[in-house]
């Protein structure tokens, strides 16, 4: 039986784009890979809002994540840490001999804008990082606001978009992010394999100064092979090629704007189920468009329902680590359709009894 994945990445991948994923192999230095990697670089630009270099790396986000620390903390960094991913900035900054700070929030709450511009007018730091989508509490970050408390600071701005990319409008250039990261497997409704990162030009300048940034995820050796319409490694070929198509679909099939439309009416479809039955873990106002954390206060039998809706064709998720059933998640991302949710929440409501 092949069943729906309702679970916040990997998500469900079209036939279309695995039957783009199929074309015959090339060589990563022949003309036709360059022209593959261009097509791909111009699209996400315009996916992104952004006019800063684009690197696409065969990796997962965690990757990236670890290449924004290396490439461009040089001093200090100050982690904004409100659930499991963001707390994952900090444990990847000690982990590369950083020196970092936690500005820890209670999971579920939004990271708040003036006590960044606090922790941020100690001049101690010349980073900082957020998680714009918390996958694991369901909260989008307030990041407008956030940015502005940040472009008063002499720091380099780096941003998870993993669970929103795609899904969310994320203006990067009007945003000044400076590294802005994701991987293919949640919004973007790709298999796993590729994260892709744009990196601003005073980002670019700021690692020249860095000594060890590593090897595999060095921003000027892919910065200097992106000069030549290339990747330093080989790329993941049949990816792009799904990539391509997948850019091509969401740019010039669905539009961007129906795009982010569809991913607000599955966020109020989901929330309004679950204020109905049980209730929001996070602020509503700060509840995520592409995954919906539910706080179980049913206390229903998370590991049973995971069970009912499996064989039932559906795939569940549970809420992550600490959380896990004091609540649930409900991911509505990628190319789900909004009938496909609420057969869903229908087929929970006819499980519980609700």
């Not at 380099?156 to 899904?167: E, I, K, P, R, Y």
């Not at 980002?203 to 050796?221: H, M, P, T, W």
Request: with cysteine; hydrophobic share 35%.
């Amino acid at each position: 039986m092949e069943r729906k994945l309702f679970i916040p990445g990997p998500v469900d991948v079209s036939e279309d784009v695995f039957k783009a994923m199929s074309r015959p192999m090339i060589g990563h230095r022949e003309r036709e890979y360059s022209r593959l990697i261009e097509e791909c670089v111009e699209n996400l630009k315009k996916l992104m809002f952004t006019e800063n270099n684009i690197f696409i790396v065969p990796s997962s986000s965690t990757g990236l994540m670890e290449a924004a620390i290396r490439n461009c903390v040089k001093e200090k960094c100050l982690n904004i840490c409100n659930g499991a991913f963001s707390d994952r900035w900090y444990d990847i900054a000690i982990a590369n001999g950083k020196n970092a700070d936690m500005l820890k929030f209670e999971w579920g709450d939004a990271p708040d804008p003036k006590l960044i511009d606090e922790k941020l007018s100690t001049n101690e730091y010349d980073a900082i990082t957020l998680v714009h989508n918390e996958t694991s509490t369901g909260v989008t970050a307030p990041i407008e606001k956030i940015s502005r408390v940040v472009r008063k600071h002499d720091v380099t701005f780096l941003v998870d978009t993993v669970s929103s990319m795609g899904a969310i409008k994320i203006e990067v250039d009007k945003l000044e992010i400076d590294v802005c990261l994701f991987g293919v497997q949640k919004a973007m409704a790709l298999p796993p394999g590729l994260a892709i990162c744009s990196v601003s030009e005073r980002a670019l300048e700021k690692s020249k100064e860095i000594s060890n940034r590593g090897y595999y995820f060095d921003f000027l050796k892919y910065l200097k092979y992106w000069k030549k319409k290339q990747t330093p490694t080989t790329g993941a070929i049949s990816l792009l090629h799904g990539l391509r198509y997948q850019l091509d679909k969401i740019l010039n099939k669905e539009g961007l704007e129906n795009r982010f439309k569809r991913h607000e009416k599955m966020g109020r479809i989901a929330r309004k189920w679950s204020k109905a039955n049980f209730d929001l873990f996070p602020r509503e106002e700060f509840s995520s468009n592409t995954v919906t954390c539910v706080r179980n206060t049913m206390n229903i039998d998370c590991n049973k329902l995971k069970e009912e809706l499996y064989n039932r064709g559906y795939v569940f998720s549970n809420g992550y680590g600490k959380l896990a059933d004091k609540t649930f998640r409900i991911a509505h991302m990628g190319d789900r359709k909004i009938e496909e949710l609420k057969e869903y929440l229908e087929t929970i409501n006819e499980i519980l009894n609700l």
